[in-house]
């Protein structure tokens, strides 16, 4: 919304959402290799490995149309917990949203960074091209048209003001 409105520049956003994108990347492998060698959740490994397989390996529209879905809610709750006055209505705006999009089985690709490389680190049979093409590219698209499009965009369509751009 704020390059929308003129108040950000689109190459500040492009630049804004690389380091951002990069940042959760690299954190994210990094949790996934701490909690491998951690040996965390030895006991129920078997939800991680099917989760990793079935993440990596859904048609691409699907894996775009989900990532649409789950940035809408994830986006939502954001915006609805900025606009909470205190700390309890702020956590209920983000956990129902949140859940939401858990429930469905939706698609962040923030979360995807995380639970498909600690698969793979524990054996599951997914390839670092199915990583990427299968999951981190459609669902990454979709989170940008969920979050820029469907909640930025009317947002600004609704509210915002035309701005020289």
């Not at 993440?55 to 989900?66: D, E, G, H, T």
């Not at 997914?126 to 698209?141: C, E």
Request: hydrophobic residues 55%; aromatic residues 10%.
């Amino acid at each position: 919304a704020a390059a929308l409105e003129g108040k950000a520049t689109w190459k500040n956003l492009a630049k804004n959402w690389g380091v951002s994108f990069m940042g959760n990347l690299v954190g994210s492998l990094l949790i996934a290799f701490l909690a491998t060698h951690a040996g965390t959740l030895k006991a129920t490994m078997a939800g991680p490995l099917s989760v990793a397989v079935a993440k990596s390996s859904q048609p691409f529209m699907q894996a775009f149309y989900r990532g649409i879905l789950c940035n809408w809610l994830v986006c939502m709750a954001v915006w609805c917990a900025n606009n909470a006055s205190d700390i309890g209505s702020k956590a209920l705006a983000i956990f129902l949203p949140i859940s939401g999009f858990v429930a469905l089985g939706l698609e962040h690709s923030v979360a995807n960074m995380f639970i498909i490389p600690f698969g793979m680190l524990n054996g599951a049979d997914v390839t670092v091209r199915a990583f990427l093409l299968g999951s981190i590219l459609p669902v990454t698209l979709g989170n940008i048209v969920g979050g820029a499009v469907c909640v930025a965009g009317l947002y600004y369509c609704a509210l915002g003001t035309k701005a020289q751009v």
